[in-house]
Nanobody, 117 residues
Framework: QVQLVESGGGLVQPGGSLRLSCSVS????????MAWYRQAPGNQRELVAA???????VYAESEKGRFTISRDDVKRMVYLQMDSLKPEDTAVYYC???????????WGRGTQVTVSS
């Protein structure tokens, strides 16, 4: 069974930076595009950024130029470097395949990012 464990979130002031990490186990991660998603209170989960198995990337429009997704298939890790953070980036951040695996229990607990002064 796939296990996804996110970490690296926290409280940061506007304009600050965070680096999120996701550990992937139970599958050959290198076979799949991977992505970061986020869910703010009262909102649906949305795509933040995705990376293909060969390193191609795509970002949500509001994250272009501020966030950078990367992957290390040897370590089975996916990363999200977030710079110039804004209060509207406040959410729980999750990693998953792109598109997500259909199994709902594959979603991890996520990591909370709070941007506030």
């Amino acid at each position: 069974q796939v296990q996804l464990v996110e970490s690296g979130g926290g409280l940061v002031q506007p304009g600050g930076s965070l680096r999120l990490s996701c550990s992937v186990s139970g599958t050959i991660m290198g076979m799949f595009p991977m992505a970061w998603y986020r869910q703010a209170p009262g909102n649906q989960r949305e795509l933040v950024a995705a990376i293909t198995s060969v390193g191609g990337t795509v970002y949500a429009e509001s994250e272009k130029g501020r966030f950078t997704i990367s992957r290390d298939d040897v370590k089975r890790m996916v990363y999200l470097q977030m710079d110039s953070l804004k209060p509207e980036d406040t959410a729980v951040y999750y990693c998953n395949r792109y598109p997500p695996w259909p199994e709902q229990n594959y979603w991890g607990r996520g990591t909370q990012v709070t941007v506030s002064s």
